[in-house]
């Protein structure tokens, strides 16, 4: 099936052939008739699925069947995400797609000045992508009229609510216009996000893909056996011996983060950490010098991480497993990526083994073991438990029995 026989108009089919897609991929073959035919939707899809096309294009479409009622242009789509980075991406999005149409869009995220918001919303936008925190600071000062929006979208609606934000988000809800289309996707369904489905939608189409990456062979799954206090001589053994240009590699904190990133410096490898207490700015940047190679490796949390886009990376180190089994599978979604084969491995101490077991039980198969040479786990070494930090960046799913609650207030 093509994006025309989807029923795109041809400003769009002519973006998406610029973008060089051939097909839609199965989130957009099911999400973009159903949208186009005006029905809210609850779909289950995670980043590297091709989601934010499968609701930015029908979007546009949508907005561009009705004309602007005056001049200037209304606020009439509104697109909520959970971090900066995911907006910024899509908002990108947004961009590319709607190249040859005349809409106009912004982005709203804390973080930054407030200045040039209030700018780009005084000329009028008619796409507004935010977070929710700052998006209810305009509100409150007045600053943004939301009474035209007829076209919602949650992106990665269970991330929302991990990181706090279901009162202000019911808060940004309750000034909406009632009448209107709603879009609501989520890379899991908990108890909480079928809530907030019940409340959002009405009559929803489904839509379920399979998780990115895990029915495809695009991602080559490794774990190395390795005593923790080894991990970081590892970590550089490997990213040498193979010679490594691009690797993201994830640990469980901030400050894991940084020390990770000052190890591999002192190593000779070029290093940068991305994570929650760093300026809007010095993340922009980080993720800047990675992508265009300026920094071999880039050492981020599973929040800061969540909705980074960069095509063809070939490689994902889980320097720490995530306690939260599907923060595995976002982790290494992250690779092998639209057709390229990608490798997630990762480091793995005699502490983590519970971890372990509960993602080979989410992703229903067993991960290959290899000990690197040399760097032998030392038998006589036993496990001794993982303290969680409060507000360390995890959430609250399928979290072994054991584990204490993150502080409900994670956002950065
Ligand atoms: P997303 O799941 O929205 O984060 O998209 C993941 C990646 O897939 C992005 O880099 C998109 O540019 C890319 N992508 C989206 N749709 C297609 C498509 N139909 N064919 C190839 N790549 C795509």
Known sequence: MSFKQLGLIEPLLKAIQEQGYTEPTPVQKQAIPVILAKKDILAGAQTGTGKTAGFTLPMLQLLSQHKRAHNKPEIRALILTPTRELASQVAESVDIYGKHLPFKSTVIFGGVK??????ALRKGVDIVIATPGRLLDHISQKTIDLSKVDF????EADRMLDMGFINDIRKILAILPKNRQNLL??????????????????????IEVARANMSSEQVKQVIHPVDKERKKELLS??????????????TRTKHGANKLSEYLEKEGITATAIHGNKSQNARTKALADFKDSTVRVLVATDIAAR?????QLPHVVNF?????????VHRIGRTGRAGNIGEALSLVCIDEKEFLENIEKLIKKDIHRFVVKGFAP???IKAEPIVQKRGSGSNNRSRPSNRTRPSPKGRK
């Open 114 to 119: 407030i200045n040039p918001q209030l700018v």
């Open 152 to 155: 919602l979208i949650l992106d």
């Open 185 to 206: 996707f989520s890379a899991t369904f908990s108890d909480e996000i079928k809530r907030l489905a019940d409340n959002l939608l009405n009559a929803p189409t489904l």
């Open 237 to 250: 053994h490997l990213i040498k011996e193979g010679d490594w240009k691009q690797v993201l590699v994830f």
């Open 307 to 311: 909705g980074i886009d960069i095509d």
């Open 320 to 328: 720490e497993l995530p306690n939260v089994p599907e923060d595995y």
């Open 378 to 380: 030392d038998p006589s």
